[in-house]
């Protein structure tokens, strides 16, 4: 264990992204030939290496480029049951539809908690191996008060970033009574899971619930303390993003389907719009439009989805990939939107840089520079981990 008065010096870093533009250069904060310290869980400095203050122990980065450690603001971890089927299906050509989600719900029920919680463990392992420090998950494949709340209780023994997802699909049980089900979300359900949760979320698109039914459900979290978070415009054109504004969610997440009053309503708020291509890729739909919303002057966040049904990837650095290559970013943009962007997204100034103060989260890269992220897709590049300071990878 690291003790607070030990600090760890990294030096010999080829190319340091801090996403402090008062540190170095560009909006990444870029500095050549750079050093950072770190004591305790916290960074303690970061800057040129021949400027660096002398340290307890040192590590030798050899040239090579260090990031932030990856900000996976949505995922669904927190599952049981295999999807392979759908996805093989769905690529020999069946549409995706929301209902594919009631296949983990029931895994998932019949699950114990053991179950769920050696899952949940093994993909945040896979995850952290990539280089993710911070990660979100969700409820709602429970679906149930006891389900739903267990799931939260797992997760937040993992993470502080837990989001009650009461409201993912009406399940089975409520088909011929939503309403009644909103009722639930709403009542006894919201009333077991927010001791549990930070967040609140609703999927609002055709097939699970509407606008009216996305505001009741996140007001009445609101009222419990919880703050909220859309799946909004993914599958279709749709009320969740000016939903999202009106209620100020810290975001609508997916954004596939944008009018262009609902860039201008992002651009003039402080929700991040989070762009998650795994889910399209996974679906082989339409790209969201990442240049769009940048040149508007949105906050913009990349993240996995990570789910079992429509992305079943834990990977940042492929999602990356997939946003330079394939949604107008460029290789800075998406690296900052995977860092800050989905710090941004969670409402938090202590991760997603490397700067004095935040917490000591950070990702050596087997490269010369963070673009290596794009430019060598699906190559294991992350060498080394640290979170909170300790060396994880
Ligand atoms: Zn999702």
Known sequence: MTTAADTLLITNIGSLVTNDPTVGEGPLGLVRDAAVVIEGERIAWAGPATAAPAADTAYDADGRAVIPGFVDSHSHLVFAGDRT??????????????GGIRTTVAATRAATDAELEANLTRYLREALRQGTTTFETKSGYGLTVEDEARALRIASAHTDE???????????DYADDPAAYVAL?????????????????????????????????????????L???IHANQLSYGPGVQLAVELDAASADHCTHLTDEDVDALANSSTVATLLPGAEFSTRAEWPNARRLLDAGATVALSTDCNPGSSFTSSVPFCIALAVRDMGMTPDEALWSATA????????TDIGRITRGAYADLALLDAPSHVHLAYRPGVPLVSAVWRRGLREV
């Open 85 to 98: 089927e759908e996805f093989n299906a769905r690529m020999s050509g069946r549409p995706y539809s929301a």
């Open 162 to 172: 837990v989001t009650y997802l009461g409201a993912h699909i009406v399940p089975p």
């Open 185 to 225: 979300v709403t009542g006894d359900m919201l009333d077991a899971c927010a001791p549990h949760a930070r967040w609140i979320d609703v999927f609002c698109e055709k097939g699970a619930f509407d606008g009216d039914q996305a505001r009741t459900i996140l007001t009445a979290g609101k009222a419990k303390g």
């Open 227 to 229: 703050h909220p978070r």
């Open 341 to 348: 962007g989905g710090a941004a997204a969670l409402r938090r």
